[in-house]
């Protein structure tokens, strides 16, 4: 069983970064699928990031701006994010699949304006 951690999350203002940290209890070598979703109150939950292999697909309101990574030697993923506008505030959730299913618990990020 694999549990994930978040950390990184914070207040920023507009044109800012942060870098979200999703720490694993446990090796994620073996599991391939990394995903980064997002909530806003009262919207849907988002797909952000979605990493398949070597190859990493970006929603188009943050590409060019956000890049997800991983290392297995540390069991963390990462969610650098760059150029943060008020429109991403959110929560962010790290997600890994594949075997199994497995969720952090949720970082909040508020870029103000």
């Known amino acids: 069983q694999v549990q994930l951690v978040e950390s990184g999350g914070g207040l920023v203002q507009a044109g800012g970064s942060l870098r979200l940290s999703c720490q694993a209890s446990?090796?994620?070598?073996?599991?391939?699928?990394m995903d980064w979703y997002r909530q806003a109150p009262g919207q849907q939950r988002e797909l952000v990031a979605a990493t398949r292999g070597p190859i990493t697909n970006y929603a188009d309101s943050v590409k060019g701006r956000f890049t997800a990574s991983r290392v297995n030697a540390k069991n963390t993923l990462y969610l650098q994010m760059n150029s943060l506008k008020p429109e991403d505030t959110a929560v962010y959730y790290c997600h890994l699949w594949g075997p199994g299913h497995y969720w952090g618990q949720g970082s909040q990020v508020t870029v103000s304006s």
């Open positions: 446990g090796s994620i070598f073996s599991i391939n699928n």
